[in-house]
């Protein structure tokens, strides 16, 4: 099993910053990607960014050029940077990540939720 615990969550106004921490603990061997997704009220949960352990990186396109996702595998954990914040990035914001199993399979696990809120 693979526990995740996030971090940095909180009410900032638009255009301001925020940065979300995400550690990995357990059976931590076989991870590959760590990403980040949110859930708004009444929507999906949706992919905000994710990141390979070769360094590949995936964004939404609504968050590109204003979000940046890094990782310190040495840590196990994942970052995500969020600039310029607007109101519609208000939702709350789930760790991701990815390990790779026996035949190919891959399993994912998922943080408790930090709650982001961008509001004037």
């Known amino acids: 099993q693979v526990q995740l615990v996030e971090s940095g969550g909180g009410l900032v106004q638009p255009g301001e910053s925020l940065r979300l921490s995400c550690v990995a603990s357990?059976?931590?061997?076989?991870?590959?990607?760590m990403g980040w997704y949110r859930q708004a009220p009444g929507k999906q949960r949706e992919l905000v960014a994710d990141l390979t352990s070769g360094g590949t990186t995936n964004y939404a396109d609504s968050v590109k050029g204003r979000f940046t996702i890094s990782r310190d595998n040495a840590k196990n954990t994942v970052f995500l940077q969020m600039n310029s914040l607007k109101p519609e990035d208000t939702a709350v914001y789930y760790c991701?990540?990815?390990?790779?199993?026996?035949?190919?399979?891959?399993?994912?696990?998922w943080g408790q939720g930090t709650q982001v809120t961008v509001s004037s």
């Open positions: 357990g059976s931590v061997f076989g991870i590959d990607v």
């Open positions: 991701n990540v990815q390990k790779i199993l026996p035949f190919a399979t891959r399993r994912h696990y």
